[in-house]
């Protein structure tokens, strides 16, 4: 569904990212792991058009994409939740779902909402409440409704259970499974629980300094062990 062919991204004159190969398979969960400051975000955000692109190529469905803006990429259906700052804070759950579905007829914008509330049965609680007034897992299930009413198609999480309790951070990682499972959404996760990432995840890709490390089935992954080797030393650059 998402290609990304010899990658390389940043921001101005600082590369982050270099030479990335991936495949991101539709109807998949597909897991971006590794140590602080090793390319992830930076890889959302360079296939979400929102940071610089040296080289390389973006296929979206047999698409280049690389040189689009981020809005056209939305528009085809690629969404980049970032961790935070990913709803409108000043406004209603309502007003947030309503804005992202501003080009929706109110017949099938009462569907969408619908589906988002049969997903995150807790927000129907807070409609009228303000976002900014939302838990920090709320906050998650707004964006992912977000995303859901405006259809789109692959959902690029970053780090969405982050300074989440225990509790709500397995209900955010049940949820991300129902999303592919119930929505057939494509999800690339990138997320510093590794283990409950591995657990749900089809693939997996570990970046090291900017690199690909590692790339294979998560499950085996997780069964073989021995990944805490990417968590300590970097990998040379190629």
Sequence with gaps: MLE?????????????????????????ITAIIGPNGSGKSTFLKTLSGLATIYSGEIIYEDQDITRISPHRRAKLGIAYLPQTDNVFSNL?????LQIAGYLVDKHEMRERIAIVLDLFPELEHFMNRKAGGLSGGE?????????LIKRSRILMLDEPTAHLSPKLSGTIFERIV????????????????????????????I??????????????????GGIEKYFISPAPRL
């Design 4 to 28: 990304a062919r010899l990658l390389n991204g940043g921001y101005g004159e600082l590369q982050v990212i270099f030479d990335i190969n991936a495949v991101i398979k539709k109807k998949r």
């Design 92 to 96: 209603t759950v309502r007003e947030n």
């Design 139 to 147: 906050r998650q299930f707004l964006a992912i409704g977000s995303a």
């Design 178 to 205: 129902e999303l592919r499972d119930k929505l057939d959404l494509t999800i690339v996760l990138v997320e510093q629980n590794v283990k409950r990432a591995l657990e749900i995840a089809d693939h997996t890709y």
């Design 207 to 224: 970046l090291q300094s900017g690199q690909v490390a590692f790339e294979g089935g998560s499950r085996g992954l997780l069964e073989r």
